[in-house]
């Protein structure tokens, strides 16, 4: 059972804005930073965003990332096909001492 | 370029013993910390593991403590995990992740291609 929720899917067409949340607690995203994956289907995970809103270089900047108290967001704008993919969000949880990934957001590109 | 190869996944009995390693390439090894996170099939992500640049801070999943032992080995580019008292729930695909620092606070951000794990009689 993750300590991080997200909503299991989302969807829209190409072009739209899409926005993923991410609920944590004070002990992980209340006190540490966010970092994002992107996983597509058969592959191994992908770094989309760091530091709650950073993209490493090579990631397009229609993917933003932020964040708010306990909470985190993932928006991806101008969706495209190669899109489809699952999102997951992470961040060290100070309780667990460990680090911690969201359940996980399939997108899927209508 | 990063290169992240695991070997040593494989078929084992419930109660048996797994080592995976990790060879490193394409980066200062030595630099940056390192974490093993494992996916079942059609699940999501679970951290298993992370190890500091000098060794000198680990940590475990709940989920594994006291079974599994992350270790690495600087001058062969290479980190290891050691898994003991193997259960069904242990199955997945095992992935070697670099850290994006030195400590293990960060978390990963480049992945290796995993290696599956699969604990059955």
């Known amino acids: 059972q993750s300590v991080l929720t997200q909503p299991p899917s989302a969807s829209g067409t190409p072009g739209q804005r899409v926005t993923i949340s991410c609920s944590g607690s004070?002990?992980?995203?209340?006190?540490?930073?966010v970092n994002w994956f992107q996983q597509l289907p058969g592959t191994a995970p992908k770094l989309l965003i760091y530091?709650?809103?950073q993209r490493p270089s090579g990631v397009p900047d229609r993917f933003s990332g932020s964040k708010s108290a306990t909470s985190a967001s993932l928006a991806i704008s101008g969706l495209q096909s190669e899109d489809e993919a699952d999102y997951y969000c992470?961040?060290?949880?100070?309780?667990?001492?460990?680090?911690?990934f969201g359940t996980g957001t399939k997108v899927t590109v209508l | 370029e990063v290169q992240l190869v695991e070997s040593g996944g494989g078929l084992v009995q419930p109660g048996r013993s797994l080592r995976l390693s990790c060879a490193a390439s394409?980066?200062?090894?030595?630099?940056?910390?390192m974490h093993w996170v494992r996916q079942a099939p059609g699940k999501g992500l679970e951290w298993v593991s992370g190890?500091?640049?000098?060794?000198?801070?680990?940590g475990y999943a709940d989920s594994v403590k006291g079974r599994f032992t992350i270790s690495r080995d600087n001058a062969k580019n290479s980190l290891y995990l050691q898994m003991n008292s193997l259960r069904a729930e242990d199955t997945a695909l095992y992935y070697c992740?670099?850290?994006?620092?030195?400590?293990?606070?960060?978390?990963?951000?480049?992945w290796g291609q995993g290696t599956l794990v699969t604990v059955s009689s």
């Open positions: 992740a670099k850290d994006r620092t030195y400590d293990i606070l960060t978390g990963p951000d480049c």
């Open positions: 394409g980066f200062t090894f030595d630099d940056y910390a």
């Open positions: 190890i500091s640049w000098n060794s000198g801070s680990l």
């Open positions: 004070s002990s992980n995203i209340g006190s540490d930073t």
């Open positions: 530091s709650n809103n």
């Open positions: 992470a961040a060290w949880d100070d309780s667990l001492d460990g680090y911690v």
